[in-house]
């Protein structure tokens, strides 16, 4: 059965609700472009797995596509955003995104300390010399570690040429 009264009416112009909704969304979610690259300064960006949902780490390595990911974690699991370690280096690989890990820990030993650091220091100044303008992620456990990361990175990477600009991200 149907009801002949009741019509159907298309209208191709927008309401104006409708426009102010969509400008507003545009403002809210606008991102300025920079308007020269600087394949100079390498983006460190710091990112404690921990703090990390599923969706939060694909839209970071969506927003920021990293070229390298550097894991400081002494057992590297992905348990909470990929299936298995193994679906996680398929899929960097996949995105041409460069996997290392190097341990990070805290002991009181300081040349332990500087033995990670130079090795982590190598493999940024490797990468820094493709000059591809991708920033790198570091991941740690948490974000104590994070902060400690940051803290001596500051310190190792200011010694080199390479300049930096260190980020951390807990979404």
Known sequence: MSNSKIRLVYSSSPSSKAVEQRTEWGFSHAQQLGLFDDFETVRVILIPISNMSIHS???ALANYTPKLIVDTRKFPDFFS??????SALDA???????????????????IDNW??????????????????????????STEKVSKSIEKKLEGCLAQETVKTKLESICM
């Open 57 to 59: 780490f694909k839209k």
């Open 81 to 86: 955003i990929f299936p298995s370690i193994d």
């Open 92 to 110: 960097f690989s996949d995105s041409g995104i460069e996997y290392n890990q190097i341990l990070f820990t805290e002991t009181i030993n300081t």
């Open 115 to 140: 033995k990670n650091l130079e090795e982590i220091k190598s493999v940024f100044i490797s990468y820094c010399q493709k000059n591809t303008g991708a920033p790198i992620f570091v991941l740690s």
